[in-house]
């Protein structure tokens, strides 16, 4: 079976290099960022958020995506009181995480907890990119320190979905610091044989794509979604060299070893759940 999985090559949709602003009545209908076509809301969500015509994959926020994943009731949140203070004194940076607060009914921009998937006992970590674009500060390295820690502590499993626009300027080298200590609490629960799998989705940038979602056991990721350290023109000004049309796309890194397999999101669920009962001792779910 998980030779069947990941035996699979099929072509998605890249990323366009520009995406078009949807034009629409608020709240019905929704336009594909990706061939344009229009849809009616409640379609693409059935659809997962996915074009039923290009098969673009719009973002999931992390509750959407937590909801399409885990099994009815089994899901329970750790950590939600943490939030970010302002450390730097950064002006106009508290109004902005409150803002986000607001806009998203999120604390910060990620959401850990421990599931189930098919029946498959899990912790998790899952970031959302509508809030100050899934940029890594010290309350979302703390998080997700804490995800891994709790899962060594448990005996389970490890999953993260990552978004993110890399490191949050505003909390300075508080935010860079978040690398090691994410990496040294993977490091840990991989020691005492953890299993993680990261699922990388559009975008995974910057200090977030060097760090804890590159090191999964199984690193996985959405078709078309970036993938990378520095943006594509500083790569080229740097080297002086025209880069691919599809740099730093998962079908990219996919070719060019950087990742396990590229997954379709309606295929997403049954593969992790296959992957958990594999790695469960005897084979048997908790």
């Known amino acids: 079976m998980l030779k069947d999985f990941f035996g699979k090559r099929k072509k998605y949709a890249s990323i366009p290099s520009e995406q078009a602003k949807a034009d629409v009545p608020e709240g019905l209908m929704q336009k594909c960022s ?14 997962l958020q996915v074009c039923p015509n290009c098969d673009y994959h719009h973002p999931l926020q992390a509750w959407q995506r937590i909801n399409t994943l885990f099994d009815e009731g089994s899901f329970n949140e750790w950590d939600k009181q943490l939030t970010t203070g302002n450390p730097l004194h950064f002006p106009g940076y508290q109004e902005k995480i409150e803002k986000d607060m607001q806009k998203t009914g999120l604390r910060e921009g990620v959401v850990t907890g421990k599931g189930k998937i098919n029946g498959n006992v899990t912790a998790f970590a899952v970031m959302d990119s509508t809030f100050r674009m899934g940029s890594m500060g010290s309350v979302i390295g703390e998080k997700i320190a804490r995800a891994v820690e709790n899962a060594k502590d448990e005996g389970i499993p ?29 490091k840990r629960f991989s020691d005492t044989g953890g299993l993680m799998i990261s699922v990388m989705t559009h975008p995974t940038t910057g200090g977030v794509s060097a760090s804890f979602a590159s090191i999964g056991d199984y690193n996985l990721a959405e078709p078309g979604a970036l993938i990378g350290f520095a943006g594509r023109r500083i790569i080229e000004q ?49």
């Open 34 to 47: 990706g061939c344009h076509k229009i849809y009616y809301r409640k379609e693409m969500n059935k659809n």
């Open 158 to 186: 490890f999953i993260i979905f990552t978004a993110s626009g890399g490191a949050r300027m505003q909390e300075g080298v508080l935010s860079l610091m978040q690398m090691a200590k994410t990496a040294a609490a993977i």
């Open 238 to 286: 740097t080297i002086r060299e025209k880069l691919p049309n599809d740099f730093q796309t998962a079908e990219f890194q996919l070719e060019h070893g950087q990742l396990d397999k590229v997954v379709h999101r309606s295929e997403m669920k049954d593969l992790l759940a296959l992957l958990l009962t594999f790695h469960q001792k005897g084979g048997k779910k908790s």
